[in-house]
């Protein structure tokens, strides 16, 4: 869930509090990171050990999130770059509806597994799919297949393996077997938050009762920084360790950063909350609003037997309500939320797409989403059973077909701006909630699915995938 903003008041100067933004890009290649055993630096289980720098920050063996060099950052990249296959011939095109099929992706990683080989490149960035949009069972042949657009990549230079032309990253293989996997042995709310302690929330609101008129902002800033400590996150249903996890992350900490405006938006019309907040504002000494992200889809379509499903209007939608935060240091969510901070979370909501056209993380949590309703709605509606198909590799055997490791996120330092803004000091969080199983009963009956299945059937095809 989301976690709480709390507010203290001060003399003159508002303080923005931020976490450090943590920018998860890039995907963890399970090429690499599912090697087999006749590589160097596995363990027991064939697992490569994953190095833990993600999009621009590295975390240590405390689970504390900290910046990477530039420098470090683009030798990273051009290692993934340097290790790029070949894209399959026609697989580069764009396609408005590319399919892949379940039982034939299982059987790839299969003969793989069988030959001590990764499997390819284009096995992990899923064909290069972008989107999930139909859901198609087929019995007779024992399988399921995903389709949506897609394209061919490229490494952009921020880590993100993205369409060729128009730049949204691909969906990953990875965040598939996360999100099946947690469908099928654990099925619950998808969620990250990111908490201050209530002794630092103490501290900090004993230090902000002696700001006086005059006060450095700078020193100031540092002071709140050092009184507020390490932040904890937590994230729930899907390993923390997870690229997924990582994904949700990284989206809560921008957010949390441009509603701040401790970084600006990399689109226009998108002002910070601060910039929204008037000095003087009345009624918010104790109130101030949190933010989180969750999906926002119209409801399914689905044909008369269940066999062919589509996932469509899907887009992010960011709630927001107030938190009150006690002498103790203790928040309690106040249910409602005022004027301004409603209208900074529906502008949020209404340029959702075009800021994740231009912040790839953004976009490649919507594609988690996607993966994440997917998953519920193969578990929920019993697709698999109705393939007659288990798909015992996508869905477990973590011995043969493991997902990435990366080094969970436990902590992150305070990060402190001053704006004058009157007599408030300002903590923001943020977070990331899926709840993909609501959406699954609110399906609709479509008529013209049944002639999209018979289309989409892999008949006369060899591949695992197929335009």
Same mark, same amino acid.
């Given at each position: 869930?989301?976690?709480?903003?709390?507010?203290?008041?001060?003399?003159?100067?508002?303080?923005?509090?931020?976490?450090?933004?943590?920018?998860?890009?890039?995907?963890?290649?399970l090429?690499?990171?599912?090697?087999? +055993?006749? +590589?160097?630096?596995n363990?027991?289980?064939?697992?490569?050990?994953v190095?833990?720098?993600?999009?621009?920050?590295?975390?240590?063996?405390?689970?504390?999130?900290?910046?990477?060099?530039?420098?470090?950052?683009?030798?990273?990249?051009?290692?993934?770059?340097?290790?790029?296959?070949?894209?399959?011939?026609?697989?580069?095109?764009?396609?408005?509806?590319?399919?892949?099929?379940?039982?034939?992706?299982?059987?790839?990683?299969?003969?793989?597994?069988?030959?001590?080989q990764?499997?390819?490149?284009?096995?992990?960035l899923?064909?290069?799919?972008?989107?999930?949009?139909?859901?198609?069972?087929?019995?007779?042949?024992?399988?399921?297949?995903?389709?949506?657009?897609?394209?061919g990549?490229?490494?952009?230079?921020?880590?993100?393996?993205?369409?060729?032309?128009?730049?949204?990253?691909?969906?990953?293989?990875?965040?598939? &077997?996360?999100?099946?996997?947690?469908?099928?042995?654990?099925?619950?709310?998808?969620?990250?938050?990111?908490?201050?302690?209530?002794?630092?929330?103490?501290?900090v609101?004993?230090?902000?009762?002696?700001f006086?008129?005059?006060?450095?902002? %700078?020193?100031?800033?540092?002071?709140?920084?050092?009184?507020?400590?390490?932040?904890?996150?937590?994230?729930?249903?899907?390993?923390?360790?997870?690229?997924?996890?990582?994904?949700?992350?990284?989206?809560?900490?921008?957010?949390?950063?441009?509603?701040?405006?401790?970084?600006?938006?990399?689109?226009?019309?998108?002002?910070?909350?601060?910039?929204?907040?008037?000095?003087?504002?009345?009624?918010m000494? +104790?109130?101030?609003?949190?933010?989180?992200l969750?999906?926002?889809?119209?409801?399914?379509?689905?044909?008369?037997?269940?066999?062919?499903?589509?996932?469509?209007?899907?887009?992010?939608?960011?709630?927001?309500?107030?938190?009150?935060c006690?002498?103790?240091?203790?928040?309690?969510?106040?249910?409602?939320?005022?004027?301004?901070?409603?209208?900074?979370?529906?502008?949020?909501?209404?340029?959702?797409?075009?800021?994740?056209q231009?912040?790839?993380?953004?976009?490649?949590?919507?594609?988690?989403?996607?993966?994440?309703?997917?998953?519920?709605?193969?578990?929920?509606?019993?697709?698999?059973?109705k393939?007659?198909?288990?798909?015992?590799? &996508?869905?477990?055997?973590?011995?043969?077909?493991?997902?990435?490791?990366?080094? $969970?996120?436990?902590?992150? $330092?305070?990060?402190?701006?001053l704006?004058?803004?009157?007599?408030?000091?300002?903590?923001?969080?943020?977070?990331?909630?899926?709840?993909?199983?609501?959406?699954?009963?609110?399906?609709?009956?479509?008529? %013209?699915?049944?002639?999209?299945?018979?289309?989409?059937?892999?008949?006369?095809?060899?591949?695992?995938?197929?335009?």
């Amino acid at each position: 869930m989301s976690i709480g903003t709390h507010c203290f008041r001060s003399a003159r100067w508002g303080v923005r509090l931020l976490v450090v933004c943590l920018t998860v890009v890039g995907w963890s290649s399970l090429a690499n990171a599912q090697n087999n +055993n006749n +590589n160097n630096n596995n363990n027991n289980n064939g697992t490569t050990n994953v190095v833990n720098i993600v999009g621009g920050v590295s975390i240590d063996a405390s689970g504390m999130v900290t910046d990477v060099d530039r420098d470090s950052l683009g030798r990273l990249c051009q290692i993934r770059r340097n290790a790029l296959q070949p894209i399959p011939e026609g697989m580069d095109q764009t396609a408005g509806l590319r399919k892949v099929s379940l039982r034939r992706l299982e059987a790839e990683i299969r003969r793989a597994a069988r030959a001590n080989q990764p499997f390819p490149d284009a096995v992990g960035l899923l064909a290069g799919l972008q989107q999930i949009r139909y859901v198609l069972v087929y019995p007779e042949t024992k399988d399921i297949v995903l389709v949506g657009p897609a394209e061919g990549w490229v490494l952009d230079p921020r880590g993100y393996f993205v369409g060729a032309k128009n730049g949204r990253p691909v969906l990953l293989l990875d965040d598939l &077997l996360v999100a099946l996997r947690a469908a099928v042995m654990s099925p619950s709310v998808l969620s990250c938050s990111i908490n201050p302690t209530p002794e630092g929330l103490r501290r900090v609101e004993t230090l902000a009762r002696q700001f006086k008129p005059g006060l450095d902002p %700078q020193a100031a800033a540092l002071a709140i920084q050092e009184h507020l400590g390490p932040q904890r996150i937590t994230v729930s249903g899907v390993p923390d360790t997870s690229h997924f996890a990582q994904v949700m992350v990284g989206a809560d900490y921008r957010m949390k950063r441009i509603s701040m405006g401790l970084e600006p938006a990399p689109i226009r019309g998108l002002p910070s909350y601060m910039e929204m907040t008037k000095a003087g504002s009345a009624g918010m000494s +104790n109130m101030l609003p949190r933010w989180w992200l969750q999906p926002e889809y119209e409801p399914l379509l689905r044909d008369d037997e269940g066999l062919a499903w589509e996932i469509r209007g899907a887009s992010v939608r960011c709630m927001t309500e107030n938190d009150f935060c006690d002498a103790n240091g203790v928040t309690r969510p106040s249910g409602r939320s005022d004027p301004i901070t409603q209208r900074w979370a529906d502008l949020m909501t209404s340029r959702y797409a075009d800021l994740a056209q231009a912040d790839p993380i953004f976009a490649q949590l919507q594609g988690c989403m996607d993966l994440a309703v997917v998953s519920a709605l193969l578990v929920k509606q019993r697709l698999m059973f109705k393939a007659g198909e288990e798909f015992p590799l &996508l869905t477990g055997a973590p011995e043969i077909l493991t997902t990435a490791n990366f080094g $969970a996120p436990r902590q992150v $330092a305070s990060m402190a701006g001053l704006t004058k803004k009157g007599k408030k000091t300002v903590i923001a969080a943020g977070g990331v909630q899926m709840n993909p199983w609501t959406m699954i009963d609110k399906a609709e009956k479509g008529v %013209q699915l049944t002639e999209v299945r018979g289309k989409a059937s892999g008949a006369g095809h060899t591949h695992w995938w197929w335009d």
